[in-house]
């Protein structure tokens, strides 16, 4: 906050095609150019409270706001659209934002027995009776193949058909799911890192060090570097071979991104943002 934050929990992350970086905090919808973060408030207009949960920047370069309440926005350069719970949208917390090939967004929450679909202007809400399994939350990414997968309780699996198919049973209940380049999604649940894919074995790959570990978010960044995010203990780093803890301002990590050049951004409950950058000299003491 005293770098010009109105809140230092951070609930969401995206750089637009400008090259600004778009906060979202408990505090309001934040825009930076690297130097300071000025308010946005244009598309908060008609939403009952600024309390941003997650962000996402879509194809044709929208940005999407899921609100506390259910509320979520779809702004551009010159207006906003608001879908509220009158619209679809439950009166739920939104824990994540995806978009699936067909350019429609997804919308996934920390709680209830459905997840919401915004196509051509309207919301569907889809749940056990398409599949989804049981648990206490789902959250959503899309793989290269522009496959929607989902996490939700023990359950790994794809929306195919216009059913959410279970595909993998996982070791806990909490789960986070990002999409790899190589092609199907990493998987984090509990210690473990995993990458999977329809049709393939599961691949176990990396444990870490922490018993007890809560994932919160996942991220490969364009090196093929893995980043993950947990609930109370920081930031950890996966190159393939091992994984290492990185530094952050606070255990709890919400969110991350990477913007044009390469940079590491790490939102946090607390903690305000982070920077993570590559860095090519150790200091050596005397």
């Known amino acids: 906050m005293d770098d010009g934050l109105p809140?230092?929990?951070?609930?969401?992350?995206?750089?637009?095609?400008?090259?600004?970086?778009?906060?979202?905090?408990?505090?309001?919808?934040?825009?930076?150019?690297?130097?300071?973060?000025?308010?946005?408030?244009?598309?908060?207009?008609?939403?009952?409270?600024?309390?941003?949960?997650?962000?996402?920047?879509?194809?044709?370069?929208?940005?999407?706001?899921?609100?506390?309440?259910?509320?979520?926005?779809?702004?551009?350069?010159?207006?906003?659209?608001?879908?509220?719970?009158?619209?679809?949208?439950?009166?739920?917390?939104?824990?994540?934002?995806?978009e699936d090939g067909e350019g429609a967004i997804w919308v996934g929450y920390s709680s209830g027995s459905i997840v919401c679909r915004i196509a051509n202007g309207?919301?569907?809400?889809?749940?056990?009776?398409?599949?989804?399994?049981?648990?206490?939350?789902?959250?959503?990414?899309?793989?290269?193949?522009?496959?929607?997968?989902?996490?939700?309780?023990r359950s790994v699996g794809i929306f195919k058909d216009g059913r959410f198919q279970s595909l993998l049973t996982t070791e806990s209940a909490l789960t986070r799911i990002a999409s790899s380049r190589d092609g199907g999604i990493w998987v984090f649940s509990g210690q473990y890192v995993s990458k999977f894919d329809e049709g393939r074995q599961v691949q176990k790959l990396g444990k870490l060090p922490e018993a007890g570990v809560l994932p919160s978010a996942l991220l490969e960044d364009h090196e093929g570097i893995l980043w993950l995010g947990t609930a109370a203990h920081g930031l950890f780093r996966y190159d393939g071979t091992a994984i290492e803890t990185i530094g952050s301002s606070h255990p709890e990590i919400t969110c991350l991104t990477e913007d044009r050049e390469g940079n590491l951004w790490v939102g946090t409950r607390g903690g305000g943002l982070n920077q993570v950058r590559a860095r090519t000299l150790d200091l050596i003491n005397t």
């Open 122 to 153: 309207s919301v569907t809400r889809l749940g056990v009776r398409e599949g989804l399994p049981n648990g206490s939350g789902a959250w959503l990414a899309v793989d290269r193949a522009k496959r929607l997968w989902f996490a939700r309780g």
């Open 7 to 98: 809140d230092n929990s951070i609930s969401g992350l995206a750089q637009a095609s400008d090259g600004f970086l778009w906060v979202a905090t408990d505090g309001g919808l934040m825009r930076f150019d690297g130097a300071r973060f000025h308010e946005f408030s244009r598309a908060l207009e008609g939403v009952p409270n600024r309390v941003v949960r997650t962000i996402l920047l879509d194809q044709r370069g929208r940005i999407w706001l899921a609100m506390d309440r259910g509320a979520v926005i779809c702004a551009d350069a010159t207006s906003a659209r608001v879908f509220t719970t009158r619209d679809g949208p439950p009166d739920l917390r939104a824990a994540v934002l995806a």
